[in-house]
């Protein structure tokens, strides 16, 4: 079947860098994209999101870019903190149906 | 945002016996809940979908008597695992999603089910 999935699977940046984290997916259908971070043992958190239409959507810190034409999703952190280190997973929605979700990167952020 | 409670977050169960997870959506009703399995390192595998008042749809390869669902209300969705394995050992994650077409979901904390 068709699966979203992301090329890093680690990335490690400085404190205050800027991090870029990529995912392609593959379901031209699905019409709604969400990045999640997920901190050791605890559950996914929402971080943003964008549904086709867009090409961009900017949070505090944070801007989600797609690509349709390439079926490319990334996510983008400015002055990254140690706070942000975690895995990230991009998920896909394809209408009003379950959340597919990538393989995940670990983001790693050194002081 | 709205806040999806799982219970209990760790539990350690011998072999052969059962143990029940609960999913709660504690400011919102949730029409569908889902279920994921994680493996350490490793991205989140959806096991079932419920709706409320209805059977779950499970997944390809997932056992629907070794993993019962059920979906009485708008706000609880519970999962066993039946008669558990070692190899059933896993972080179990449901999530939540409110009615009229929202396609955001929730997530709880997660279970940490051991199995010895």
């Known amino acids: 079947g068709e699966s979203v999935g992301l090329h890093l699977p680690t990335l490690s940046v400085q404190e205050g860098d800027n991090s870029i984290i990529n995912c392609a997916y593959s379901?031209?259908?699905?019409?709604?994209f969400i990045w999640y971070k997920q901190e050791s043992g605890k559950g996914p958190q929402f971080i943003i999101d964008?549904?086709?239409?867009?090409d961009k959507r900017q949070g505090q810190r944070v801007t989600v870019l797609l690509n349709k034409t390439v079926k490319h999703l990334s996510l983008q952190i400015a002055a990254t903190q140690p706070g942000d280190s975690a895995v990230y997973f991009c998920?896909?929605?394809?209408?009003?149906?379950?959340?597919?979700f990538g393989k995940g990167t670990m983001l790693l952020v050194s002081p | 945002g709205a806040v999806v409670s799982q219970h209990p977050s760790r539990v350690i169960c011998k072999s052969g016996t059962s143990v029940k997870i609960e999913c709660r959506s504690l400011?919102?009703?949730?029409?569908?809940m889902f279920w994921y399995r994680q493996f350490p390192k490793k991205s989140l595998m959806l096991m079932a979908t419920?709706?409320?008042?209805?059977?779950?749809?499970?997944e390809q390869g997932v056992e629907k008597d070794k993993f019962l669902i059920n979906h009485a209300s708008l706000t609880l969705s519970t999962l066993t695992v039946t008669s558990a394995h070692p190899e059933d050992s896993s972080f179990y994650i449901c999530?939540?999603?409110?009615?009229?077409?929202?396609?955001?979901?929730?997530f709880g904390q997660g279970t940490r089910l051991t199995v010895v």
């Open positions: 379901n031209s259908a699905s019409d709604y």
């Open positions: 999530s939540a999603r409110e009615g009229g077409g929202s396609a955001e979901a929730f």
């Open positions: 419920s709706n409320e008042g209805s059977k779950a749809t499970y």
């Open positions: 964008i549904r086709s239409n867009m």
């Open positions: 400011d919102f009703q949730a029409t569908t």
């Open positions: 998920a896909e929605n394809s209408g009003y149906s379950t959340l597919t």
